[in-house]
């Protein structure tokens, strides 16, 4: 499939002549858009400048003004994330896609689909990539015969443009661009993909694509890879050894590596690159934006970054050769001194009224109540305890699957329950936090509670797979010295929906010890029912698809001892057992702690929540906590006495 230049001017574009002629191209990016139009937070009903593909627009066009020559790509999981995502899957009146639309409307030149594409099943993402109006990319997947997804997809787009030399002279240059993903996402969705594709490793499938670009004309390859930089990365862990290794999901140094590629635009991970904080290597320079010396770009996720790569070409011995490069991600929205967000574009007026209707659409849905709760609920203190936003919905899970498995050959089965918190700050900044108000619960509040599209699943355990599950939970914080102050708890590197807690037992975590992978062991006292948990004792686990397949880097369960899998949404469990409620039912119960950190006598830790946990220290009685200061983030810095 090769994509129809939208600006040539083919009387005047030179192909194949002009030696010595320098040009321009300019790859513009976005990425984990997870269906993000509006600026603004449908969790909170309230606008916002950190997100939404109609302030990312406004880049877009001033990026466009100042080179001549640009491509729009993205690189995937734009169609499901948001309560408009659920939305417009849930509705029946058949109507044009958003995000199909918005797309086609700031000329997209390809896209590649990620790992969430997926996520709702193979109709609904066919019925969306049908209305596309430009190529939609992954080389790695492979529909089976008679797949509607088979002729909606290509591995790979040549896109021509007509560029101005230094003389003002058309040149025409060819680019191409290849699209993989995650092949693990096969496994993550295996229950919505029904065995319509088969999915090959990232790397491997560039390399086979390369030389077949350039056979049919590429002068630059560009690679949208829906995956992080490399094996050091979030995610990847000696738990997933034997199934999924670091190249599965983080294959970005790997894919630039390869001979013939000259620039990568990566994603999945949520992350910003070019970006100072990163730890540099050989292979990666963070500040450059390079992997092997080849410009790379992680525009963000929700719209939060324009990723922008500017390649200088010149012609010599008649093709093009990169002479330079520059990478960069160009933000929506910044921090003024005291850490408040700063919006730095304002809508782009055009997009705003194509999306006006869906997004007044989905404001009213999202007010639909779904229950009560006669306390708040929020997560400020979701990675320091176990908290109501994280026990209710542990609380649904568990009561789901016993429902269902009651009868059965395992009714007679302790039913468990593991989750993580969904919102807990991390990269989404001091905003990136769950707010349920005393009162109704409205659908938008459950959708903040379970932001992701998962299904149900419940596994079959021992209690020693259990000590396991929960000591890689607790990789990401700090060893903790003893008898040292306000030393930092969390690690920068994990994302908060890592760090499971599993309902049903009590357990300490021992700071002072070295996380899982580095020879520690961190639960201390992991009791079942008031006694010590018994290592071959068996228990039915509830938790997600996303997570039984072993993403996060957790090990994924073998066939056997999967005894439940079903297409139904975790949300949708999560709103049943918040109905309760609202139809005469006690509210929604919130249980004692499962978990505490030991104690450590005459140290403490520090921890950044959002600067509304000042007036909510209360909800947190049995924990020593001391507001310390406002960081430059906007996040509020509290003292953690252990």
Sequence with gaps: MTAELRWARPETAQDGAGAGARVRLRVLATSDLHMHLS?????????????????????????????????????????????????VAARQDGGPHPMMQAMAHLGYDAVNLGNHEFSMGIPLLAAALAEARFPVLSANTCPRDGSALGPLIAPWALIERDLPDQHGQAQRV???????????????????????????????????????????????????????????????????????????????????????????????????????????????????????????????????????????????????????????????????????????????????????????????????????????????????????????????????????????????????SATAPFKAGGFGGPENYTLIPAGDILLRHAADLYIHPNTIMALLVTGAELRRWLEYSARGYRQIVPGGADQPLLGPDLPCFVYDTISGLTYEVDLSQPPHGQGGQRIRNLCWQGQPLDPAQQFVLATNSFRGSGNGGFSPAEPARVVLEEQTANRD?????????????????????AWRFSPLPGTSVTFDTSPLAAACLADAPHLALTPLARTEEGFLRLRLDL
């Design 573 to 593: 469990i999560l709103i049943a057992h918040i109905g309760r409620a609202l139809n005469g039912a006690a509210a929604p119960e919130r249980g004692a702690p």
């Design 174 to 416: 060819r680019l191409g661009v290849i699209g993989v993903l995650p092949p693990d996402t096969a496994l993550w969705d295996r229950q919505a993909i029904g065995g319509e594709v088969q999915m090959q490793p990232m790397a491997q499938t560039v390399a086979q694509q390369v030389p077949r670009l350039r056979a049919a004309g590429a002068d630059v390859v560009v690679v949208l890879a829906h995956c992080g930089i490399g094996s050091a990365q979030a995610g990847s862990g000696p738990d997933a050894a034997g199934t999924q290794d670091a190249g599965l999901q983080d294959a970005g140094q790997q894919i630039a590596a390869i001979d013939g590629v000259d620039a990568v635009i990566l994603g999945h991970r949520h992350m910003v690159f070019p970006a100072a904080s990163l730890a540099p290597s050989p292979e990666v320079d963070p500040v450059g934006g390079t992997l092997h010396g080849k410009p790379a770009v992680m525009p963000g996720f929700f719209g939060s970054h324009l990723g922008v790569i500017d390649i200088d070409l010149i012609r010599a011995a008649g093709a093009w050769r990169v002479r330079s490069h520059k990478a960069e991600a160009r933000a929506i929205a910044s921090r003024d001194g005291e850490g408040r967000p700063l919006g730095l574009v304002a809508p782009d007026d055009g997009l705003t009224r194509l999306i006006q209707p869906a997004h007044e659409a989905v404001r009213l849905w999202a007010r639909r109540p779904v229950g009560r709760t006669p306390q708040a609920i929020h997560s400020y203190f979701a990675m320091i305890t176990d908290c109501p936003s994280v026990q209710i919905v542990n609380q649904a899970q568990a009561q789901y699957v016993a429902a269902r498995l009651d009868g059965g050959p395992l009714a007679h089965l302790p039913v468990l």
């Design 39 to 87: 600026g603004y937070d449908y969790h909170a009903d309230a606008p916002c400048v950190q997100k939404g593909l109609c302030l990312t627009a406004t880049l877009v066009r001033r990026a466009r003004e100042e080179v001549a020559g640009t491509i729009l790509l993205d690189n995937g999981d734009f169609l499901h994330g948001s309560p408009l995502g659920d939305y």
